[in-house]
T-cell receptor
């Protein structure tokens, strides 16, 4: 299996609190992606990175920020969590073609 | 218009038949195309990739690409109950490396 992990795997938080999800890879892949998955919506791209400190927005970036200070880590931050951000979050890594996915993080905002 | 569109299903196919899944994309500059399979509660896993017009076969799976019509399809021959899953179509736009997915098609193979 590709070396990609996500932490935490499950989290319950309250509305208005900040939350940071971590994606860690050991593959030295250049590209990293954050998606959210909700019923009926498939995988929607939040943000992606094409190198250290190089990031760009996806289709559902409002309310989310990201950082990539080193190749192996890509952090997703919800500055002030809302109930609409309750979802399963997947990280993926790529060397420019297909992506390999992490195990996912189930986030519940109450 | 969504960048990648799929019929969300559910698609129900009898065991042993051919399952046909379709996907259309809006950006003509899209360069690479992928099919992922996702079992309930699991992560998506890559099953096929295709980069040029025509058919690509891998075991029971065949991916078909038609860039002029902007569609990609996946055929599953001799469908098995273990093929029951959600199938996600994804595309990468040349130069942008933005990997975008459709909403997925839920496939059920009936014994």
């Amino acid at each position: 299996d590709a070396g990609i992990t996500q932490s935490p795997r499950h989290k319950v938080t309250e509305t208005g609190t900040p939350v940071t999800l971590r994606c860690h890879q050991t593959e030295n892949h250049r590209y990293m992606y954050w998606y959210r998955q909700d019923p009926g919506h498939g995988l929607r791209l939040i943000h992606y990175s094409y190198g250290v400190k190089d990031t760009d927005k996806g289709e559902v970036s409002d309310g989310y920020s990201v950082s990539r200070s080193k190749t192996e880590d890509f952090l997703l931050t919800l500055e002030s969590a809302t109930s609409s951000q309750t979802s399963v979050y997947f990280c993926a890594i790529s060397e420019g073609t297909s992506g390999v996915f992490g195990p996912g993080t189930r986030l519940t905002v109450t | 218009q969504k960048e990648v569109e799929q019929n969300s299903g559910p698609l129900s196919v009898p065991e042993g038949a051919i399952a046909s899944l379709n996907c259309t994309y809006s950006d003509r500059v899209s360069q690479s195309f992928f099919w992922y399979r996702q079992y309930s509660g699991k992560s998506p896993e890559l099953i096929m990739s295709i980069y040029s017009n025509g058919d690509k076969e891998d075991g029971r799976f065949t991916a078909q690409l038609n860039k002029a019509s902007q569609y990609v399809s996946l055929l599953i021959r001799d469908s098995q109950p273990s093929d029951s899953a959600t199938y996600l179509c994804a595309v990468i736009r040349q130069g942008a490396q933005k990997l975008v997915f459709g909403q997925g098609t839920r496939l059920t193979i009936n014994p």
